[in-house]
């Protein structure tokens, strides 16, 4: 089965992949042969205190003998999806995978969320996933094969309160990625939607500093397993759905969530 599962050759385009799901999913790929385009932006690794991010996930992925590199962009601005994808193409020859895992999120009850961080909100999480298939699909197409990973979230189908506009957002998403996938299916252009649940990321490390009251949200939101995912738990269903084992599969969201999006009894 290893053939299914090989990415020798292929070029990946990852965003938001200096840290956390990103970094793994990067990192994965790499270690099955495939190229690795690393988008982040200096802006959003600086706010985790992590400005050396992208330079160490950049050596990382190399350290597995493939081809790399950076590619830095703030996606609330218009037209960083399209730059970077055409960063992406000149730095690795050409694309054959992308993996739109950038976004971000506001912890804020509905009623006091500012229009200012609904559009920032708005820019990330989803107009930026548009030009960034507008860009890549085309290509895509004209080569006869291609794979989508637009990272989703367990809040498309369990939303939280203070996650309205994170949520509707990811549904949104995920409805494109359907629309899309009925389109370039016919042309071995697959594109599907991870969902993951309750992952320990750079994001939510202020909420690990207090292990008990971590302990409580693990044993209330990643229930019925109990704990949050590491990162690296992300990558296998990335690689299956981005590899040619996913030759037959289109416009699925897999949930990665420890079964987090069962109903619960």
């Known amino acids: ?138 290509v895509m197409k004209s080569h006869g094969w291609g794979r989508v990973l637009t990272i989703g979230s367990i809040n498309q189908v369990r939303p939280e309160p203070d996650l309205a506009i994170y949520a509707a957002l990811k549904s949104a998403q995920h409805n494109l990625c359907v629309n899309l996938a009925k389109q370039y299916a016919p042309f071995n252009v697959m594109i599907n939607n991870l969902s993951p649940g309750l992952v320990a990321t750079e994001r939510n490390r202020w909420r690990r500093q207090d292990t008990e009251a971590w302990r409580k949200i693990e044993a209330t939101v990643a229930r019925p397993i109990g704990r949050a995912a590491e990162p690296d738990e992300m990558v296998g269903a990335a690689v299956l759905l981005c590899s040619n084992a996913a030759s037959y599969i289109a416009g699925t969201d897999l949930m990665v969530t420890g079964g987090g999006h069962l109903p619960l009894v």
């Not at 081809?67 to 970077?84: K, T």
């Open 1 to 138: 089965m290893s053939k299914w599962f090989s990415m020798s050759g292929r070029r990946a385009l990852i965003t938001g992949a200096s840290l956390s799901i990103g970094r793994s999913i990067a990192l994965g790929f790499a270690e099955h042969g495939a190229a690795i385009s690393v988008h982040y932006s200096a802006a959003a690794d600086k706010a985790f205190n992590r400005s050396d991010a992208a330079q160490e996930t950049l050596t990382a992925v190399r350290s597995r003998g493939v081809d790399a590199c950076l590619v830095e962009a703030d996606l609330a601005e218009e037209g960083a999806g399209r730059r970077v994808v055409a960063e992406a193409i000149a730095g690795l020859g050409g694309l054959d995978i992308l993996v739109i895992g950038a976004s971000v999120q506001s912890r804020t009850p509905f009623l006091e969320v500012t229009g200012d961080e609904i559009r920032r909100q708005f820019q990330i999480n989803f107009r930026a996933t548009v030009e960034l298939l507008q860009a890549a699909l085309p």
